[in-house]
Structures are given as structure tokens and as C-alpha cells.
């Protein structure tokens, strides 16, 4: 795989200072240029360089300019101002390089040299409760990364750990066996799990006699008592349907294979703790099993502890953590496991990776991250609610956005058939949601504003939907076209190629920062040099060679913006 234009014009700057023999741990620097008249590139690390070595940055750079090995896709080379470099692509080499792509935009995703196994951790819903807006980040963020990795080359394996485990399931599961008692049909009871969870804590909450029958019934279900168990797994699958069934409309990868439920680490919990008392590292305090590391102290500097084991016997969230993380080094051979987990999980993640570190219970090498986002906020920019406080259904959301899609799409398209027209808004709503949130930098809160998403103007999946349509909607009326040669001479071709020629320094940033904002954000100014090339350079009315060579840039722009779609987990329509 060749490097990106970035990357090298990176290290012939790089290579330069050295052959001005000014060795000294020098960076680039190397930004977009922000104006046309600084070129396409610009490398800043010449000033403080400068400030280093003692010398006049306009020199300095005249310097490492005359000592650059000039590649051929660079026309023009200029300082400005105190002492930028700046770096103009040519659009001989660009209309070469675009050309020579025919329509394989495919081979702008560069691959990977070692096909090393990425894990990654994401949606992982609590099955006591029906899947909320809460979910949503992780479920659409971790399967995004998880598209970006395999597409560049890596082994992906995806871990959806759900909560299957815990207290709570004493309660529903008591609450399950009075209904079943009643002789009520469960299935309809669990068709809301919702109402189901809110019915079982009213009981549990008010019936002292209920709570003690759920909590002896944890305690059954945990010996293995085949009754419980019975409930219990037909609770889960029902829950899991209702899972499955988000993720079927969300679009995303997530199958019954990537599950790895937290029940599923049970039998290796009393091996994990005698682990970490076997080096030393477990103490006792009021009962629990716990691990204090030094670097972990809670307010007023008293030790913070990593609780393994509860007084009672009962085993936590952080050693079923532990449990997955031996699981995933050794057995599953990880060599990077992400962790796509609300912000608020901070520090349990810094304590089992360090734990996880200190005890070996991942191999040395094994690179470990939690990958945060920030909250869903409401308008009121408090935490996203129903009017009357609730948490929001993930299914009642999609079902709320797909129905404002259609009024949008109808305003827009009050003559088309209402089935296509439901169509249409049917992935319009899903991908506004998906969009809105992808486009965000994820270690941020967002405001979760409906009109802003559905607008078919800035930023959003609405107006690159509309871009791709366009574009399809002209290849459609040339009729047959061969994807020529691309010939390059006004700027907004220019723009719309380096563009697109640009895709491939993002990939590699997005895998490394774990960012999908940055593929949105690409995508975005991508349509919209598209939609200045095409205001600007008529195409099906341009000369005969002129216009098949714009036609040909129209048809990569188009793959390219479909490919970032996928990428991002997103569908895409020729018509709108
Ligand atoms: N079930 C957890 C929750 O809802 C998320 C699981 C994240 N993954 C993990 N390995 N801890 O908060």
C-alpha cells in the first residue's frame, strides 16, 4: 500500500531538515491548509524549529525547502508568512492518480501489514431491562470501529457483553413465577419488558414478603437450581429477541455469535479471585474480597478498592471483567481490546486494566482501552427523558424518527407514492439518528435535537443522502458511461479529487483515535465539494471529453460518499 499524500509529504520535510543537517527531533507539523492561497498542505513545524536552533524561521524554511526531494504530485512549493511551508498538489498527478482508480474506490482504504485479532466490546444492554437510548452509543459507535477495523485488514472479533446476571433477575424472576402461577401467558407479559421490570420493583419494593422470595431466588438460580434456570433462560431469550429486533433496524453487525454473556465467565469467578490471592494482591475489608492499588485513591486519599467478592459470596461486575479480559488475551489471542462504554465507567475500566496488568490476567502486550462517550442530552440539556421522566425505548425513538422522516420526505416529495415515500423515510429516520450521533465527538454530551437532524441542510445524514441521489440521478441521465480518464483543470475538480484521494488519510486515524466523527466529517466535505464542482462545472452539457471525464468524477465521488456510508454503518438510496 502506498502511503497517503499526508504521510509523505510528512517525512520528505522530515527527511529535509536532516539533509540540511539540522538533526534535531524535529515535527512537521503537517495540517490541511486552512485558505487556498496556502495550498493544499502546510507544514508548521518550522517556527518553533526555528526557535530551537536560533535562527530565522523564513531561512530555515528556504533551507529545507532546497534540500526537499521534490515528488511528483507537487506543483508548487511557497513560505508564507513568518515561515509555514506550504504545498500545492498537481493536478496532472491527480488527474493520473484518480484515473488509474477507475471506479475501485475500494483500494483508497488502505491495509493493514499485520492482521493482528482487535476485540471489541460494544452494545452489552442489561437483558433485565429493554434496551434505552442509553444504549445507543455504544451499539452504533462500537459497530461503526468494528466495520472500520475489518475493512482495513484486521481480525475483528465482536463481544456483546449483556447483563444477564445480578440481582435484579431474583426480582423478575420471582415476579415471573406469581404470574406464571395466575396462570398469565408470559410471553405477552414480557412482550413490554419495560412495564414487566417496573411491575416486578413495585412489588419488590412494597411487599416485604415478595423481596425475600427474590432474594432466595438469586441465591437458587446461582446454586443451579434447574427450575430457576428454566425461567431464567426463557427470560433471556425473550429479551434477546427484543435486542435483536433494535439491532435489526439500528443496522448493525451484532449476531448471536458475538454474544458473551456475563453468566458465561460464572464457572471461572472462584478460580479468578484465588488468582489474585495466590500473588498477593487480596485483602479483606467488612467482609468483601478486595484488591487496593496504589494509585487508586478516592476522596480525602483513603484507598479505593477493586471489590471482588461481596461478603455474602456473591461476585461483581469487576471480577466478571477480569474474567473476559483473560478470556480475551489468551483465549481469543487479542492484541487490542476496545471497550465502547459510557464515559461514567472510567475508573472501573482504569482499575480491572490495571489490575488485569499487575495479576497477568492479559498477556504483556496486550493493548487495552476504554473507548468513552459522553451522555445523550435532552433539549433542556439534561439527560434525554420522555415528557414524564422516563427513560426512552431505543424501538420508540427509531419509531418517532422514522415517523418525522416521512413528514419531511413528503414535503420534499409531495408527488411520490406513499410506499416509496415510506421507503425513503424509513432509512432517512434511521440513519438521522445514526448520524447525529456518529458525527458528534463521541467524548462530548450532545443535544439530541430532532430538527436539526432531519435537515436536509449542514451536517447531517439527510443532506449527504440527498448529495449521493443527486449524483446517481446524473450518472442516470448520461446514460451509458465508461469511467474514462479524468482530466483535472478547474479548482472544484481539483478540490473534489484531492478529496477524494484524501480518504485515505483518515481510516488509519479513525482506527487509531477510535473517532467514526471523522469519517462524518470527511464525507460531509466531501458532497460539499461536490456540490460546488457540479454548481460550477456543468457536466452532461460540457464538451464531449470534458463532460465524460467529469461524468467519471462524479461516479467516484458518488462510491466514495456510498463507502463512507458503509464505513459508518449507514444505507444509502440512488433516489430521494
Ligand atoms: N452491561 C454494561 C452496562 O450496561 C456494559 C458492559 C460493558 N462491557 C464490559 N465488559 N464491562 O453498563
Not at 1 to 20: T, Y
Not at 104 to 109: G, H, M, T
Not at 376 to 403: A, C, H, I, Y
Amino acid at each position: 500500500m502506498k502511503k497517503s499524500l499526508f504521510d509523505q509529504i510528512e517525512s520528505i520535510v522530515a527527511n529535509a531538515m536532516i539533509a540540511a543537517g539540522l538533526a534535531i527531533d524535529f515535527k512537521p507539523k503537517l495540517t490541511y491548509s486552512t485558505k487556498k492561497e496556502f495550498g493544499d498542505y502546510q507544514a508548521n513545524g518550522i517556527l518553533p524549529a526555528a526557535k530551537q536552533l536560533k535562527i530565522n524561521p523564513r531561512d530555515l524554511a528556504s533551507k529545507v525547502i532546497e534540500k526537499l526531494d521534490k515528488p511528483e504530485f507537487i506543483s508548487k512549493i511557497e513560505i508564507a508568512g513568518p515561515g509555514f511551508i506550504n504545498f500545492f498538489i498537481s493536478k496532472k498527478w491527480l488527474s493520473k492518480s484518480l484515473s488509474s482508480l477507475k471506479s475501485d474506490v475500494d483500494s483508497l482504504i488502505p491495509k493493514c501489514t499485520n492482521r493482528k485479532v482487535i476485540v471489541i466490546d460494544y452494545s452489552g444492554p442489561n437483558l433485565a431491562k429493554e434496551m434505552h437510548v442509553g444504549h445507543l452509543r455504544s451499539t452504533i459507535i462500537g459497530d461503526c470501529l468494528s466495520r472500520v477495523c475489518s475493512r482495513l485488514g484486521y481480525s475483528v472479533i465482536r463481544q456483546n457483553h449483556v447483563g444477564d446476571w445480578g440481582t435484579q433477575f431474583g426480582m423478575l424472576l420471582t415476579h415471573m413465577s406469581d404470574m406464571k402461577n395466575q396462570g398469565t401467558a408470559i410471553k405477552t407479559e414480557l412482550a413490554d419488558l419495560e412495564v414487566f421490570y417496573k411491575n416486578a420493583k413495585k412489588h419488590f419494593d412494597s411487599d416485604p414478603d415478595f423481596a425475600q422470595r427474590a432474594r432466595e431466588e438469586v441465591v437458587k438460580l446461582q446454586s443451579g437450581d434447574p427450575t430457576r434456570l428454566k425461567y431464567w433462560s426463557e427470560f433471556i431469550n425473550i429479551s434477546l429477541e427484543h435486542c435483536f429486533d433494535v439491532y435489526k433496524r439500528l443496522g448493525v453487525l451484532l449476531s448471536k455469535n458475538d454474544l458473551k454473556p456475563e453468566s458465561s465467565y460464572n464457572s471461572v469467578l472462584k478460580g479468578i479471585v484465588e488468582d489474585v490471592r495466590a500473588k498477593g494482591l487480596l485483602s479483606e475489608s467488612e467482609g468483601a474480597q478486595c484488591v487496593f492499588l496504589e494509585n487508586f485513591k478516592g476522596r480525602d486519599d483513603e484507598p479505593l478498592p477493586i471489590i471482588l467478592q461481596k461478603s455474602d459470596g456473591g461476585f461483581l461486575y469487576a471480577t466478571t471483567d477480569l474474567a473476559a479480559l483473560q478470556y480475551r488475551s489468551y483465549d481469543l489471542n487479542a492484541s487490542r481490546i476496545l471497550y465502547v462504554v459510557d464515559i461514567r465507567q472510567a475508573l472501573h475500566f482504569e482499575q480491572i486494566f490495571a489490575l488485569a496488568k499487575k495479576a497477568s490476567f492479559v498477556k504483556k502486550n496486550c493493548v487495552l482501552e476504554h473507548i468513552p462517550f459522553g451522555t445523550m442530552l435532552g433539549k433542556d440539556g439534561k439527560p434525554f427523558k420522555t415528557r414524564s421522566g422516563d427513560t426512552v425505548k431505543l424501538n420508540d425513538l427509531l419509531d418517532e424518527s422514522v415517523e418525522r422522516a416521512l413528514k419531511v420526505v413528503t414535503e420534499k416529495n409531495p408527488n411520490l407514492d406513499k410506499i416509496k415515500r415510506s421507503d425513503i423515510a424509513y432509512v432517512v429516520g434511521i440513519n438521522a439518528v445514526k448520524y447525529a450521533d456518529l458525527s458528534k465527538n463521541r467524548k462530548s454530551n450532545y443535544v439530541f435535537d430532532w430538527d436539526t437532524m432531519l435537515s436536509f441542510e449542514g451536517n447531517t445524514a439527510p443532506y449527504l443522502m440527498y448529495a449521493y441521489a443527486r449524483i446517481q440521478s446524473i450518472v442516470r441521465d448520461a446514460g451509458e458511461v465508461k469511467v474514462n480518464d479524468i482530466t483535472i483543470n478547474e479548482s472544484e475538480e481539483k478540490d473534489l479529487a484531492l478529496k477524494i484521494h484524501q480518504f485515505r488519510e483518515i481510516l488509519n486515524k479513525v482506527e487509531q483515535d477510535c473517532m467514526p466523527n471523522y469519517i462524518c466529517q470527511y464525507v460531509y466535505e466531501l458532497a460539499v465539494n461536490f456540490m460546488s464542482f457540479y454548481e460550477k462545472c456543468p457536466v452532461l452539457k460540457a464538451e464531449p471529453e470534458i463532460r465524460d471525464s467529469r461524468l467519471a468524477l462524479c461516479i467516484i465521488a458518488g462510491h466514495t460518499i456510498h463507502l463512507g456510508f458503509d464505513l459508518l454503518g449507514l444505507k444509502i438510496l440512488n433516489r430521494m
